[in-house]
């Protein structure tokens, strides 16, 4: 079993390790982050960003996860802007 540690530095961390309690099948969970403050991502109009998730299995071997992920994005925006297009409503917003 590896033994995982909470650490935390200016630009990456984990500050978060939920360990399981060894009953009713309850996993790790990890709170991580991470700042690109001296190697930011630019962009110009759009932002696509694809996560892949994935565990070991024994000997090694990729397994294929289905976890819960969620992210955040800020941007720094130069003023004054053209106003910002109306959100659909949660149905149109909802990714599938």
């Known amino acids: 079993m590896i033994s995982v540690t909470e650490y ?3 630009y ?3 500050p978060q390790v939920i360990r399981g309690d060894g009953h009713y099948g309850v996993m790790e969970r990890f709170g991580l ?3 690109h403050v001296m190697d930011p991502v630019r962009f ?7 996560m892949q998730d994935l565990g070991w299995h024994s000997g090694r071997r990729f397994l294929q996860q289905k976890s819960d992920i969620s992210s955040v994005c800020f941007w720094y925006q130069a ?3 053209a106003k ?3 959100l659909g409503d949660w149905r149109q917003l909802e990714i599938n």
């Open 8 to 10: 935390c530095t200016p």
């Open 12 to 14: 990456a961390g984990m």
């Open 79 to 81: 003023e004054p802007h």
């Open 44 to 50: 110009d109009s759009d932002l696509k960003i694809t």
């Open 33 to 35: 982050y991470r700042w």
């Open 84 to 86: 910002f297009p109306k």
